[in-house]
């Protein structure tokens, strides 16, 4: 079974650090660019990251760039995401997604349950 | 960045109707359009990629249509499962952008 499980989420205060992780099963995982998007509560849907199939190339939205870091370990089968600074408004259910390829067409076909984040005092 | 505009961001109607919910582009994203449905607590789940192709094991009652700018989804008769937020996502280009989501309820 294809599949994506995300852990590592908690509370965290303002200013810490987590890092994120999403373990990843059924699949050939080297073979895929990976997205992290969140969902703050009652709120949609925000891409926050993607990183290609070696790690090598990784893009963020504005509002995290130079706080996250993203990264893969294909040999492990596992994605991450190391979240510094951490702002009230990182607030937030994280979810892991596989994108698939239909020659130009890229599309999340797969996703994990997502791992809660909030930042609290 | 590409602003995706969602219409309307709620929606009341009844099993067995047919509905449809609108996307906006704020610059033409020829047809690198996807539809995701998310039910509460879960993730969301592809429906339609590229527009207009049906992601496999998705029912043939939903269906994606457009270019450019203006894009489409259709739930030609709603089953009681259909209730969920609808969520259009451009692929065009980086920041990947969502709509703002359009939640489908029972009326």
């Known amino acids: 079974e294809v599949q994506l499980v995300e852990s590592g989420g908690g509370l965290v205060q303002p200013g810490g650090s987590l890092r994120l992780s999403c373990a990843a099963s059924?699949?050939?995982?080297?073979?895929?660019?990976m997205y992290w998007v969140r969902q703050a509560p009652g709120k949609g849907l925000e891409w926050v990251a993607n990183?290609?199939?070696?790690?090598?190339?990784?893009r963020y939205v504005g509002s995290v760039r130079g706080r996250f870091t993203a990264s893969r370990d294909n040999a492990k089968n596992s994605l991450y995401l190391q979240m510094n600074s951490l702002r009230a408004e990182d607030t937030a259910a994280y979810y892991c997604a596989r994108v698939a390829a239909d020659g130009n067409f890229y599309y999340m076909d797969v996703w994990g349950k997502g791992t809660t984040v909030t930042v609290s005092s | 960045d590409i602003q995706m505009t969602q219409s309307p961001s709620s929606l009341s109607a009844s099993v067995g109707d047919r509905v449809t919910i609108t996307c906006r582009a704020s610059?033409?994203?020829?047809?690198?359009l996807n539809w995701y449905q998310q039910k509460p607590g879960k993730a969301p789940k592809l429906l339609i990629f590229a527009a207009s192709s049906l992601q496999s094991g998705v029912p043939s009652r939903f269906s994606g249509s457009g270019s450019g700018t203006e894009f489409t989804l259709t739930i030609s008769s709603l089953q009681p499962e259909d209730f969920a937020t609808y969520y259009c996502?451009?692929?065009?280009?980086?920041?990947?952008?969502f709509g703002q989501g359009t939640k489908l309820e029972i009326k």
């Open positions: 059924g699949f050939t995982f080297s073979r895929y660019w």
């Open positions: 990183i290609n199939q070696d790690g090598s190339e990784q």
């Open positions: 996502q451009e692929s065009f280009t980086t920041p990947i952008i």
């Open positions: 610059q033409t994203i020829s047809n690198f």
